[in-house]
Structure formats: structure tokens, C-alpha cells
Nanobody
């Protein structure tokens, strides 16, 4: 399974960005795609995840109400719409794949990762 993240950039506080994660290769029918983020010197933190069939996604408390994760199965792409961005959202954002039928927010339970895309929010 390969993942390709894109859509990062620089924006002012209060602005919006949409990240994309293209998923290719042999995927299992039951899987999750998640977004994580990392700043230098800190651990990679969970942001959001979505089940292969859609349904209710799961969010970190820090992004609830501002970020929305969605998927387009026809395009094998997962999106992260980020609104009302704050300087503390600045990070490298990674998408990741988990072959399982159970939810997880722990990064080591996601086995396949994209290359990351930088998001910078200025005040």
C-alpha cells in the first residue's frame, strides 16, 4: 500500500487548507486511513481517521469542529479539510493506513505512511 499526501502550504490564522491522501496498491476491504501531524522535537500525534466504508470519523479533541476528514472511494483518496486554522496547527501532516476493523489513534498501529506535507499557519 502506498500513500501520497499533498495540499500543504502557508496560510494565515483563520484560513483554510485541504489536504489530500491518494491511496494505491493492494488495500484490504476493511481498513482505516488516518491523518497525523508532527512538529520538530515532538511525537507524531493523531489528528483524524476514517473507516473504509465512511461512517462517523474520529477526531482529536484539538481539531474537533474545525477539521473534517472525508473519503472518495472512486478516487481512492482521503481528504482533510482544515478550517479556522491556528498557529499551533503548524506541523508536517502525514496520512497513514491501518488494515483492521478496530479504531486506533496510536501511530505504531498504522503500518503504511505517506511522505508528509508541511502546513504553516502564521499569526
Amino acid at each position: 500500500v502506498q500513500l501520497q499526501a499533498s495540499g500543504g502550504g502557508s496560510v494565515q490564522a483563520g484560513g483554510s487548507l485541504r489536504l489530500s491522501c491518494a491511496v494505491s496498491g493492494r488495500t484490504f476491504s476493511r481498513h482505516f486511513v488516518g491523518w497525523f501531524r508532527q512538529v520538530p522535537g515532538k511525537e507524531r500525534d493523531f489528528v483524524a481517521a476514517i473507516w473504509w466504508g465512511g461512517g462517523n470519523p474520529f477526531y482529536a479533541d484539538s481539531v474537533k469542529g474545525r477539521f473534517t476528514i472525508a473519503r472518495d472511494n472512486d478516487k481512492n483518496t482521503v481528504y482533510l479539510q482544515m478550517n479556522s486554522l491556528k498557529p499551533e496547527d503548524t506541523a508536517v501532516y502525514y496520512c497513514a493506513y491501518r488494515s483492521s476493523s478496530t479504531w486506533s489513534t496510536r501511530r505504531f498501529e498504522y503500518k503504511n505512511w505517506g511522505q508528509g506535507t508541511q502546513v504553516t499557519v502564521s499569526s
